[in-house]
């Protein structure tokens, strides 16, 4: 009887069919910021530990439809979506190993099927993959100390590194370029107040980083285009010898004593004495001036953008229209650039700079 019953049961399982024999695996391709990472164009999946054949891949739990393993965007059955970041498969086993091609090749071992997310290492993820630039909206108090991790300094040449809680892209660096006893821009009512001391040629300079390597940093001709935008006021708008934002070439922050026209190459919006200007310097000539019809009234708030192509071709929009000044600038080909405010006081006097609004990004 017992013979008779492992008989039966046997036959069962050979005319029964087995649900669900395969297990997905779902992964979203990450950059370090949680964004997807869109340039992947093969993924390869291995059993973890070894690099040998690959697995085979189907598009349904019943193994009816096979996927082409690598998974490419236009492989068979592909299940690689590139605007997502996101592959997915039904196999066999347990861990596995990817392979992982874009602009470069990454092996990430030892996955589950637990794993929903792979975050791809800082350097491996090419400038213009990653997510770049800042959103400020200026409503909370800041927090820092000097770029040495001692305590925020007004001493000249100093830089204080600094975020909000509602900071969004990293910190942002203010330089001292004379003495100041203004170490960090204090919250005011509408925003920060972000002028140097009340004294003529004292400068502060603020970034999200002076080298090739901050998140706003962008490469001419590499990246995609880009802007920088703020919204800011000036108390009193005849106390400005400087009020610029814009992009400059990477480097040192300009000293005490010296100019905004002291930068070898830059694209800025200047305010000087209630009067807009766009200013532009190209390879170390002298900064080419000029005036536009729009005016800064006191304490007039106003949105000013810097815009450059992936060209490097430069424009900018006050309250979102083009001056009609006539002029023109290019920053050259592989030129590495950030954003910067640069602020000089004037005998005058500005009063309170309120900066409402600071964002900087690639243009969609």
Known sequence: M????????????????????????????????????????????????????????????QGNVSVTNPITTSSTATTLTQHDGRVWWYSTGGNYKLLIRSDVDIVIDKLTGSDTRVMLPAASIP?????????????SFVVGNQDDGTAAS??????????????????????????????????????????????????????????AESRSAFIIGTDGAFFTKARFSIADVSGTD?????????????????????????????????????????NSGTTTSTTTTIMF?????????????AAGVASVLVNGVAPSSTW????????????????RQASDLSGEIILREWQTGIQK
């Not at 400038?127 to 909206?137: C, H, S």
């Open 2 to 61: 017992k013979k008779f019953l492992i008989s039966l049961i046997l036959a069962a399982l050979l005319v029964t069919p087995v649900f669900g024999a395969y297990t997905k695996k779902s992964i979203q391709l990450q950059d370090e910021y949680g964004n997807p990472i869109t340039n992947v164009y093969s993924v390869t999946v291995y059993p973890a530990g070894r690099i040998g054949s690959p697995t085979t891949l189907y598009k349904d739990s």
């Open 154 to 211: 007004g001493t000249a040449t100093e830089r204080n590194v600094f975020k909000s809680s509602s900071l969004s892209g990293g910190i942002l660096e203010m330089y001292i370029g004379a003495t100041s006893s203004v170490l960090l821009p204090p919250l005011v009512t509408g925003g920060w107040s972000i002028e140097p001391d009340a004294t003529n040629d004292e400068h502060f300079e603020y970034t999200n980083g002076i080298t």
């Open 127 to 139: 400038p213009q993959n990653r997510l770049r630039g800042f959103l400020e909206d200026c409503k």
């Open 242 to 282: 400087d009020c610029a934002i814009g992009f400059r070439k990477v480097g040192a922050y300009q000293v005490a004593g010296s100019s905004i026209d002291d930068y070898s190459d830059m694209c800025v919006v200047n305010i000087i004495s209630g009067v807009v200007y766009t200013e532009t310097i190209l």
């Open 297 to 309: 009234d006191d304490n007039e708030s106003k949105d000013v953008e810097v815009k450059v192509s």
């Open 328 to 343: 023109s600038f290019t920053f050259d080909d592989a030129d590495v650039v950030i954003p910067f405010f640069f602020i």
